[in-house]
């Protein structure tokens, strides 16, 4: 599986935009970029993936590399809810389904 | 209702019990998952079943036991566990695309898990 490299930790202020870096040096073209986020006492939730092109939805925006081998998550305005581990995920478009969770990152959000 | 829902919340059993943990979804999703995730420590799948069939087996010892009785649950059997086995155990679904039996790249949808105790 391809690896995901993060930071193991960032802070940010709240209404303020954050920006999550990830580096996946070994991406195949078949590997998509998944995002998912783990809030305190929860089970992870989804928060975007992508293959080539950028994307939006209305939690956050994923950036992508043109060479493909990082991307960043950027949440645009920060609310305390936001502070969470967030985990940059590479999954295959086929074969089977297969989530591995690399160390993420644990966004602070400072109100 | 993209409600995931595991029972029960916690469990503390010991050594020699036999107990079930119980994962549910009424998604209509054809691809169940079971991970571990120990304290502060990423989550490691352990099982994929896909059209209630069991796709992949991450070399998890037997003393844990998957079973997919309908596509809406997904239970994981526990027997003579060891107190290392204490963890958050999630359970996650997605949809199924593309060719039967293959899982696709679509979203996992999460429980909030049950935590583990062994004594």
């Known amino acids: 599986d391809a690896k995901t490299t993060q930071p193991n930790s960032m802070e940010s202020n709240e209404e303020e935009p954050v920006h999550l870096p990830c580096n996946h040096s070994?991406?195949?073209?078949?590997?998509?970029i998944h995002w998912y986020r783990q809030l305190p006492s929860q089970g992870p939730e989804y928060v975007i993936h992508?293959?080539?092109s950028n994307v939006n939805n209305r939690m956050a925006s994923l950036a992508i590399a043109e060479d493909r081998k990082s991307s960043t998550l950027i949440l645009h305005r920060a609310t305390l809810r936001d502070a969470a581990v967030y985990y940059c995920?590479?999954?295959?478009?086929?074969?089977?389904?297969?989530?591995?969770f690399g160390q993420g990152t644990r966004l602070t959000i400072n109100p | 209702d993209t409600e995931v829902t595991q029972t029960p919340k916690h469990l503390v059993m010991g050594m020699t019990n036999k107990k079930s943990l119980k994962c549910e979804q009424h998604?209509?999703?054809?691809?169940m998952y079971w991970y571990k995730q120990k304290a502060k420590k990423p989550p490691e799948l352990m099982f994929v079943y896909s059209y209630e069939k069991l796709s992949i087996n991450e070399s998890v010892p037997s003393r844990f036991s998957p079973e997919c009785p309908n596509s809406s649950l997904l239970n994981l059997h526990l027997h003579a566990l060891q107190p290392e086995d204490s963890a958050l155990y999630l359970c996650a679904s997605s949809q199924v695309l593309g060719k039967r039996g293959a899982a696709s790249t679509d979203t996992q949808y999460f429980g909030p898990g049950t935590r583990l105790t062994v004594l």
């Open positions: 998604m209509g999703h054809r691809a």
């Open positions: 070994t991406i195949s073209g078949t590997d998509y």
């Open positions: 995920i590479l999954m295959k478009i086929q074969g089977a389904q297969k989530l591995v």
């Open positions: 992508g293959l080539t």
